[in-house]
């Protein structure tokens, strides 16, 4: 079978996915101004809750990784600095957080959670990794992960603890060969350290370079000693759109999967590289942005996919939402317009799920510049042996037990337990912008609707959608009773009040009076209609 064909066979099978989520994730906050938002991935799992792909996927919520963990690849001394350092004991760590690059004089800010956070996004990117080499999923998703910036003793580019190495190491215990590929803006500099000199891993990153952050990533970067030519930069300007970007990552993936064949990829699809994003400078559209995802699954490897940079919450819970949607082969099913949900009025004006690239925004990346490197790539990976080999060795034991793992993780999942602490959103999470969304009123937007599952908090729909479907409930009933649990205009999941017009509350209250009430009619008069029908059946 020629490799076209077995893409196109791979494109079309039907994939398992596990997708690993914890409701707290959205509730940290990095500090007033800080441009990184963990809301957004709150954002981003209410859209893929309204598009019902909970349904479609396996949903898990991930342990949170030990200090052992996190020293596979971090040192000692920074793992137990994080774990110690708080907004309340930072007078105590002056000293080491100058070595460890945290604090108020740099881009990682300490916050309270910090540990915990970290701990928790790692260690959804290890129970991926463990998912895949026991060929229990064929995609795994983390949006929470991605921290590329991170290094083995300090924290860089709003990054603590680098995920993304520690699964890679996972990886390597059942893989000979894993394949990095970073689509983020920003340069994957902590990851292609991490690896720099070893041939079973290689990086591969698309991304701004020049007077940019983190100022790493030409394309004479290729790595040294064993690892020689098996880092792959590709050094970009302003302005890539969907053509440039999808006419240089076909024929360097392509090229990489020939010549390195890797066992697993993990992918970094940071979203600060669409349109519109506050940090970044690409003009790509999620169709652009989901072509590179699309085209690596094509491939039939199990992928790993981790989120990274972001700083537009709105739309990195489109780009996320869109590219779930194509692991699951879904994605030409989700409409374009956004189904109600608890945050729809963010994704004002136009509730649109795909973004339209700025017209007015310049690409300085020509033709015959993005032929140019991909040339110079191209020629640099024919270099490479054929495929690296590994040396028969005894393999490590998992950090954990998967099946008792996946046990766990189901029985963690269980909504009517929650084990964590809820606070108010801080007023500053939002942008001015998004803060006068979140709490504009619903006039120009259509009611909810009683039979939408996303209208409760995150973690009651996705029980009480298994509770239905085990008890062979009808969803739209189970949905009804879910919606009239909760009113969206009285503050968001985490329990923060909005501030609501009250004219525009009680217009509110009526309505939803109004709709409870139709709705308990249709119900009752349904129940009459099915009654009727089963009593004119009997004999």
């Known amino acids: 079978m020629s490799a076209s064909a077995s893409q196109s066979t791979a494109a079309q099978r039907k994939s398992r996915v596990a997708y690993f989520y914890k409701p707290e994730f959205g509730s940290y906050y990095y500090g007033p101004s800080h441009p990184m938002k963990p809301h957004r991935l709150k954002l981003t799992h209410h859209l893929l809750l309204t598009y019902g792909m909970f349904r479609k996927m396996e949903v898990l919520r991930p342990h949170d990784a030990t200090a052992e963990d996190l020293e596979r690849f971090h040192t000692h001394e920074y793992v137990d600095f994080l774990r110690r350092i708080s907004p309340d004991t930072e007078q105590e760590f002056e000293k080491q957080m100058t070595r460890f690059n945290v604090g108020p004089y740099s881009d990682c800010p300490i916050f309270d959670g910090l540990y915990n956070f970290m701990s928790s996004c790692s260690g959804a990117s290890l129970d991926a990794a463990i998912k895949v080499n026991h060929g229990q999923a064929d995609v795994c998703i983390n949006w929470s992960g991605g921290l590329h910036h991170a290094k083995k003793g300090e924290a860089s580019g709003f990054c603590y603890i680098n995920d993304i190495v520690l699964s890679i190491v996972e990886l390597l215990k059942y893989h000979p060969r894993v394949l990095y590929i970073d689509i983020d803006i920003h340069h994957g500099d902590g990851v292609e350290e991490a690896f720099y000199t070893t041939n079973r891993v290689m990086t591969c990153s698309f991304h701004k370079y020049g007077d940019f952050f983190p100022g790493s990533g030409a394309y004479t970067d290729t790595g040294a000693r064993n690892g020689k030519n098996y880092a792959v930069n590709f050094p970009l300007k302003d302005g890539l759109d969907d053509a440039g970007f999808e006419s240089i990552f076909k024929p360097v993936i392509s090229s990489i999967m020939a010549h390195f064949q890797p066992g697993a990829v993990v992918m970094c699809c940071g979203a600060d590289s669409i349109t519109g994003d506050r940090l970044g400078c690409w003009n790509l559209s999620l169709h652009g942005h989901g072509y590179a995802v699309e085209y690596v699954k094509s491939f039939g490897l199990p992928v790993i996919l981790l989120g990274g940079g972001g700083y537009t919450p709105r739309n990195v819970a489109r780009c996320w939402a869109y590219e779930t949607g194509i692991a699951l082969g879904k994605q030409d099913e989700m409409q374009n317009d956004i189904p109600w949900n608890q945050y729809h009025n963010y994704f004002g004006p136009n509730h649109f799920l795909h973004l339209t690239p700025d017209p007015q925004m310049k690409n300085a990346n020509s033709r015959a510049y993005l032929d140019k490197y991909t040339n110079i790539i191209l020629e640099n990976l024919s270099q490479l042996e054929a495929v690296p080999s590994v040396q028969f060795q005894d393999r490590p034991n998992d ?34 912008d998004d803060a006068h969304q979140d709490r504009s009123s619903s006039s120009s937007s259509a009611a909810p609707s009683a039979a939408n599952p996303a209208e409760s908090d995150d973690v009651k729909a996705e029980a009480d959608t298994k509770k239905s479907e085990s008890n062979g409930v009808d969803d739209a009933a189970a949905s009804s009773e879910m919606g009239s649990r909760k009113s969206y205009k009285k503050g968001t999941e985490c329990g923060g009040l909005m501030e609501v017009d009250p004219e525009v509350a009680a217009e509110d209250a009526a309505a939803a009076a109004t709709t409870a009430d139709t709705a308990a009619a249709d119900a009752k008069e349904s129940k009459a209609d099915a009654s009727s029908s089963s009593s004119s059946t009997l004999p």
Do not use: G
């Open 399 to 432: 950090f954990s037990n998967p099946d008792e793992r996946a046990k766990i993780a189901l029985d963690e999942a269980d909504p009517d337990a929650p084990s964590y602490v809820q606070r108010p959103d801080h007023p500053a999470e939002y942008y001015e």
